[in-house]
């Protein structure tokens, strides 16, 4: 028998881009370093919101890659909108208080017809197909990877049929994250989202998160075994670019509406009306998908005329920004639900030798993180005052050319040291 591989089922791999691609990417990376075979399995017809093909270039030819068809509902929606079944698709569900029919219609079709999400209709192929591969390849370990969380039902069935050891990551919570409470639920299916998610939690042998707020969280659901195995940084060649001449704020990743930090317009429209310098040197750089709502409020500012909107990059691109802008901005939503959030980019942020300027909630668990490391500063959403100050503190030791950040402890976050982690809880089993 061959004990050391291990079958990882996930959704998301290469071409797809965004955040919810790379964990697994790098874990399979690093995997054979410590010993461990992963094969993956995933979608062969996919339908990805956004596309990165220089990631595929990540992926080792030896790496072994199991394909089936999915039958996606996404694909039959398009036809009313494309546009708004991309954002769906995307899981880009916004709280904005006027919504289409067809918005408020797709949303109540994602929540209550597709349980726990539109990809569940690849659960049972998928079962029939991994079952035989399974047992003719000796496999005695599996890990499903969500969202989207139907994958945890493939692990179920596997579980159940097979009785392999199954480990169910969850990248994100299932229903606490917050836009959860946007999916108009009826009563009858709220209920079946929560007892697929006890079930999923209480027959796995192992759980992974990645934060220790949802550990907490999920410790009131299940007495298995939690393991916090965060996100983090690879050690990518990135080819060095001198600093941007002005000073830049980035923004990198998606600026959804609720996510948009009335302090930090404020305070930037401030430092623009006070300081002649700020005005003349200032310039706000958005890098992915920004929402109509945080351009409006940018616009009430008057800050459009310093806004250089670049728009999705590749990841390779993005790190470049990160590794050039002076400061890096990392907002999350000001809710108890965003608390366990820690964002991807977090990391990569970290080892971009930039200072972070992060807005979240009270007790968020990358404000740990960030003062940890000593990578920058965090702000609550009332905090507007101080938020200002250090952006005018930032600013004078650009003047100075002495902008730069002493991070500390950074390797504990590094994509192998992680991969390690998980291979000591592989080998336990």
């Not at 003719?136 to 969380?149: M, R």
């Not at 080892?351 to 009270?362: D, H, L, N």
């Not at 902008?403 to 080998?427: D, M, P, Y």
Request: charged residues 25%; aromatic residues 10%; glycine residues 4%.
């Amino acid at each position: 028998m061959s004990s050391n591989k291990v079958l990882i089922i996930t959704y998301y791999w290469p071409p797809a881009g965004g955040p919810g691609v790379q964990r697994w990417l790098k874990f399979v990376k690093y995997l054979p370093d410590f010993g461990i075979e992963p094969i993956v399995y995933i979608p062969e017809n996919p339908s990805y919101p956004l596309l990165d093909e220089k990631l595929l270039s990540e992926v080792k030819n030896s790496t072994v890659i199991l394909k089936n068809k999915i039958f996606e509902p996404y694909a039959l929606a398009s036809f009313l909108s494309k546009n708004k079944t991309k954002k769906l698709g995307a899981g880009i569900i916004t709280q904005k208080k006027k919504q289409s029919f067809i918005e408020k219609t797709m949303l109540w079709i994602r929540g209550n017809v597709f349980i726990p999400d539109a990809r569940v209709f690849w659960v049972k192929p998928s079962v029939k197909y991994l079952k035989k591969y399974i047992q003719e390849n000796h496999i005695e370990t599996i890990i499903t990877t969500g969202p989207p969380h139907s994958l945890h039902l493939i692990g179920l069935d596997l579980k159940k049929q097979l009785n392999v050891n199954w480990i169910a990551d969850f990248r994100d919570p299932w229903t606490t994250i917050g836009y959860h409470k946007e999916l108009k639920l009826s009563k009858w299916a709220s209920a079946k989202h929560k007892s697929l998610e006890k079930e999923v939690m209480n027959t796995c042998d192992t759980i992974l998160v990645t934060s220790p707020t949802t550990k907490t969280e999920f410790e009131s659901i299940t007495k298995q075994p939690i393991e916090v195995i965060t996100n983090g940084y690879d050690v990518e060649k990135i080819e060095k670019k001198p600093l941007d001449e002005n000073f830049t704020l980035a923004h990198i990743g998606s600026f959804l509406s609720e996510r948009n930090p009335q302090i930090l317009w404020a305070s930037l429209a401030e430092l623009i009306q006070e300081n002649e310098d700020f005005a003349n040197y200032f310039k706000l750089k958005l890098i992915g998908a920004v929402s109509k709502e945080v351009l409006q409020s940018i616009s009430d500012f008057r800050l459009e005329t310093f806004v250089q909107n670049l728009g999705y990059v590749s990841h390779e691109e993005a790190l470049v920004h990160q590794r050039s802008s002076q400061v890096l901005l990392l907002i999350e939503i000001d809710s108890k639900d965003t608390k366990c959030i820690i964002p991807g980019k977090l990391f990569e942020y970290m080892v971009s030798e930039r200072p972070i300027v992060a807005i979240g909630p009270k007790n968020s668990d990358f404000e740990s993180i960030i003062k940890q490391t000593n990578t920058g500063v965090f702000y609550q959403y009332h905090e507007k005052n101080e938020l200002k100050n250090q952006i005018l503190t930032y600013f004078n030791q650009y003047l100075d050319k002495n902008l730069k950040v002493h991070a500390v402890g950074l390797q504990q976050f590094s994509r192998k040291s992680l991969t390690e982690k998980l291979a000591n809880i592989l080998s336990k089993k």
